[in-house]
């Protein structure tokens, strides 16, 4: 059974960081392109950041320099560095799993699995 369970989110005021994690179970994510997308009340779901099997990362401009995507493959675990917070960032944060796949970037609107999410709420 596929699942991607998200964690770490939480309230911070602006400025502040937070880490999100995303385990997956059912499958390996090694050779897959995985990616963090955020939607927040009123907006589109959005692309944040992405990693594919290389290691390669592709981010969203408004996060850039702010956020870092990393996984650890033999803990089959995605994470989301979130430093200098801003109220903009708020939202509900899904980890997403697009397969193996050559695209793999925040313009990718075609995912296979999702997670339930989580919230994320910056303060100013």
């Known amino acids: 059974q596929v699942q991607l369970v998200e964690s770490g989110g939480g309230s911070v005021q602006a400025g502040g960081s937070l880490k999100l994690s995303c385990t997956v179970s059912?499958?390996?994510?090694?050779?897959?392109?995985m990616g963090w997308l955020r939607e927040a009340p009123g907006k589109e779901r959005e692309g944040v950041a992405t990693?594919?099997?290389?290691?390669?990362?592709n981010y969203a401009d408004s996060v850039k320099g702010r956020f870092t995507i990393s996984k650890d493959n033999a803990k089959n675990t995605l994470y989301l560095q979130m430093d200098s917070l801003k109220p903009e960032d708020s939202g509900m944060y899904y980890c997403?799993?697009?397969?193996?796949?050559?695209?793999?970037?925040?313009?990718?609107?075609?995912?296979?699995?999702w997670g339930q999410g989580t919230q994320v709420t910056v303060s100013s």
């Open positions: 997403a799993d697009g397969g193996t796949t050559w695209y793999c970037s925040v313009g990718r609107k075609n995912w296979n699995y």
């Open positions: 059912g499958y390996t994510i090694s050779r897959n392109c």
């Open positions: 990693i594919n099997s290389d290691g390669n990362t």
